[in-house]
């Protein structure tokens, strides 16, 4: 596709439900990365993805928080029983190895109430 | 520990109006200085990348340039469509490859 794209856009779920959040990156990107945005707040590295390995997790917030990538392509975060706290903007970001710029989705705009 | 700082937090200019927003940056090697600017609702859309002192990019009525602590987005004759959110970002050469980003300036340019 011409750039990363994010699915749902919006996403509204109760307390204590579980959510997935979709990442499809650009081609050929080998890197990808998530982050979060709270209202008001800068972007949080949360965690860090070299084709299906992820080398540095430790933006994760919790054990609630879990991400996978297969196929060195789509990725997926999963929250776990879904706290008021994890209302935010995430974002997905996509860039070829070594360093070079990356090239964020839309966000998944998560409300949980 | 790695820290990007913006300032302003927000700036409000005139049409025409130039100025520069501030970023500060204090990483274990730098291996990389990111500018973005990110409209409301939307994700960050890729300015520039700057990798050494010295370095300067340009694109339209704005420039980036970076020395060894600092980095500077310089606005030229402003126009309204070029209010947003600027966001800096570091990416450092110890460890991987996460960008660390500061808080962002808001610019509004007024007609």
């Known amino acids: 596709g011409a750039g990363v794209s994010q699915s749902p856009s919006n996403k509204v779920t109760e307390k204590g439900k579980d959510v997935e959040l979709r990442c499809d990156p650009i081609?050929?990107?080998?890197?990808l990365y998530w982050y979060r945005q709270s209202l008001g707040q800068g972007l949080e590295f949360l965690i860090y993805f070299q084709g299906n390995s992820a080398p540095d997790k430790s933006g994760l917030p919790s054990d609630r928080f879990s991400a996978e990538r297969t196929g060195g392509s789509v990725s997926t975060l999963t929250i776990q029983r879904t706290q008021q706290e994890d209302s935010a903007v995430y974002l997905c970001a996509s860039s070829y190895a070594g360093g070079s710029e990356a090239f964020f989705g839309q966000g998944t705009r998560l409300t949980v109430v | 520990e790695d820290q990007v700082t913006q300032s302003p937090e927000a700036l409000r200019l005139q049409e025409g109006e130039s100025s520069s927003l501030n970023c500060s940056y204090t990483?274990?090697?730098?291996?990389?200085l990111f500018w973005y600017r990110q409209d409301p609702g939307k994700g960050p859309e890729f300015l520039f990348t700057l990798y050494s002192a010295g370095e300067e990019k340009e694109k339209e009525r704005l420039k980036a340039t970076l020395t060894k602590k600092e980095s500077f987005l310089h606005i030229t004759a402003p126009k309204p469509e070029d209010s947003a959110t600027y966001l800096c970002a570091a990416r450092m050469n110890t460890g991987f490859q996460k960008l660390v980003f500061g808080t962002g300036t808001r610019l509004l340019v007024s007609p």
């Open positions: 990483v274990s090697g730098l291996r990389g």
């Open positions: 081609s050929g990107h080998t890197a």
